[in-house]
């Protein structure tokens, strides 16, 4: 089942914060979050393995509370470059095999 | 550089023909996937394969197909089964650690 992403769509001034909120109704092995800009392949920004497992790279951080099966993408100090859609993917594995679902994404754009 | 190359980059099929779309990764890993996106749409999952000659069906297999004869290559088919073709289509392959790098996709139109 695809997980839900809120919100749909985001706009912000540059250097405001926003936070994009994904949540599953099964349990999951993986959390990923991906940025794809207009018209190019999506980019892998981070994995979340495990419950309460917080990442960040540089302004970017993520959280995966696995009881709730709920992850949520932080963007701080938000840059011109930060707009895009952001998918987050529940993956699921059985056996040896990874499957990778996505949401339907959340538009940001940050203006000047 | 390691990463995965799709082809062609735009691709346009007439009704009732079969096309195939390529990918080949030259980042040794196992698992790879097909995923298709519609304007303003998510990535929906059509197949994956975990290793050589196996391969399983995603969310929306109807109308495709696939092969995996080669641990760097793994092909799309579109056959004419698929009624509604026009789409982004987007490979990926699977590392270790579990991030997932994407190909920059083929656009496929029907004519």
């Known amino acids: 089942q695809q997980p839900v992403q809120s919100p749909q769509a985001v706009i912000l001034r540059e250097g405001e914060d926003a936070v994009i909120n994904c949540s599953s109704s099964k349990a999951l092995y993986s959390v990923h979050w991906y940025r794809q800009k207009h018209g190019e392949a999506p980019v892998f920004l981070m994995i979340l393995l495990k419950g309460g497992e917080q990442k960040g790279h540089e302004k970017i951080s993520a959280s995966f509370n696995e009881k709730k099966q709920q992850s949520s993408l932080y963007l701080t100090a938000s840059q011109l470059s930060y707009s895009g859609t952001y998918f987050c993917g529940t993956e699921r594995r059985a056996d040896s095999s990874y499957k990778l679902i996505f949401g339907s994404g959340t538009r940001l754009l940050v203006r000047p | 550089d390691g990463g995965i190359t799709q082809s062609p980059k735009y691709l346009f099929r007439k009704e009732g023909q079969n096309v195939t779309l390529s990918c080949e990764q030259n980042?040794?890993?196992?698992?790879m996937y097909w995923y298709r996106q519609d304007p303003g749409q998510g990535l929906r999952l059509i197949y994956y394969s975990q290793i050589v000659n196996d391969f399983q069906k995603g969310d929306i297999a109807e109308g495709y197909s696939v092969s995996r004869e080669k641990k760097e290559s793994f092909p799309l088919t579109v056959t004419s089964a698929q009624k509604n073709p026009t789409a982004f289509y987007l490979c990926a392959a699977r590392s270790i650690r579990g991030g997932y790098t994407f190909g920059s996709g083929t656009r496929l139109t029907v004519v």
């Open positions: 980042l040794n890993h196992d698992a």
